[in-house]
C-alpha cells in the first residue's frame, strides 16, 4: 500500500513525473548499479554447476582434502551477503531521489 501522501495521486500524473529530471536521475542510477550486479550474480551463480559439470578444474584439491569445487560452493554465499549488503548501502542513495521525487510531486500539487 502506498503512503498516505502518495495515494491522492492520479495514474495520468505518472506520466508527468517520468519526465522530471530528479525521476530519470534515480532510474539511471538504479540500472547503472543493478544491471552489472545482477550479471555479475548470475555469471558467479551459474559457473559453479557448468565447472563442475563439464570440467575437471574444481575437483582439484586446494587445502588438504577439500577440493576447489566447495571453496567456490561456500564463496558463493558470502557473495551472496556481499550484494546483500551493498545493495543495501546503496538503497540508501535510491530512497533520498525517491524522496526528492516524491517531495517535487507535493510541491506541485499544492501549487
Known sequence: MLPKKQ?????????????TNR??????????????MTVFFLLF?????ILTAYTNVL????IGDITW?????FAQFIMTWALCMIYTKRAKRFDE????????MDKEASS
Open 7 to 19: 495515494q491522492n495521486y492520479e495514474h495520468s500524473r505518472y506520466s508527468e513525473i517520468v519526465k
Open 23 to 36: 525521476f530519470q536521475q534515480l532510474m539511471a542510477e538504479k540500472k547503472r548499479f543493478i544491471l552489472p
Open 45 to 49: 551463480y551459474f559457473s559453479l554447476p
Open 59 to 62: 575437483n582439484q584439491n586446494a
Open 69 to 73: 569445487a566447495w571453496i567456490f560452493a
Open 97 to 104: 531521489l525517491a524522496e526528492k521525487v516524491i517531495a517535487d
